[in-house]
């Protein structure tokens, strides 16, 4: 029997760790570089770095700063302190992206708030002609963006999305796909342990979580192409607010899809063909 390992599975349980048997074999395997189920126990120096990490996920650190790397569709991507965890949920987004663009030719796409750049490399990745700028504000972030862009082809820009739609030329844009920060203020209150050490200027959306959304629908759909798509992530209670938005900004064709969990969790807007 693995000792080792069972004491570590014993010490995330106590800590409240949710899914704590998984993150004792993540940890396990990313200190040793051996399956917990498979080995007899760590060497000294092994178990010297296991206790490091045991302590650092017990005190609720996310597992995927602990890994240094976190899978996201069918490529890894760099993570760590600074930058948002990217989400199975988020998966769904740049799905509904990349069904989009599936009939345009070397569309050009924007993703705006990008952190780790996991929807921009995404589309760019099953999108091999796809022109795209992943966009991000955040110094602490960006060190991440740049690691995650590099040699995929996109275009890494360090700005501010307040204010970016001053600088883009008008109706070039084929989509622009963005998660901004969504959460209220009640939800940035009550935040679960791992997720109140993200960063906080990735996840605070304002009072009501709408901050951002108010933005993007209000100043970005001239740089759109007419036709062209505004693909955003959304809190699971969002939908009919962030749809009209939509509307009150003469958007046209607004639809929500659904995550893998079944909660509300993209909104698509559409600029009209034709600008009455």
Known sequence: MNTAYQNLCARLMMAGVPDARFDAAQLYQFATGRDPRLDDGPTPAEASRLAVLAERRAAREPLQYLLGEWDFMDFTLKVGRGVLCPRADSEVVCETAIELLQE???PTVYDLCAGTGCLGIGIAKH????????????ADAWPYLTANVSGTGVQAVQNDILTYYKTLPAGEADLIISNPPYLTAQEMASLMPETAKEPAVALDGGADGLDFYRVL???????????????LEIGYAQAEDVLALGAAHHWV????????????????????????
Do not use: H, M
Not at 127 to 135: G, H, I, M, S, Y
Not at 255 to 273: A, F, M, T, W, Y
């Open 253 to 276: 064709n607004g639809s929500c899809r659904k995550d893998c969990g079944g909660n509300d969790r993209v909104i698509l807007l559409q600029k009209p063909e034709k600008i009455s």
């Open 127 to 138: 999108l091999p002609e796809a022109k795209v700028t992943c966009v991000e504000k955040s």
């Open 104 to 106: 345009v030719p070397t």
């Open 217 to 231: 629908t209000a100043n970005y759909r001239d740089a759109l192409r007419p036709g062209g798509w505004l693909v």
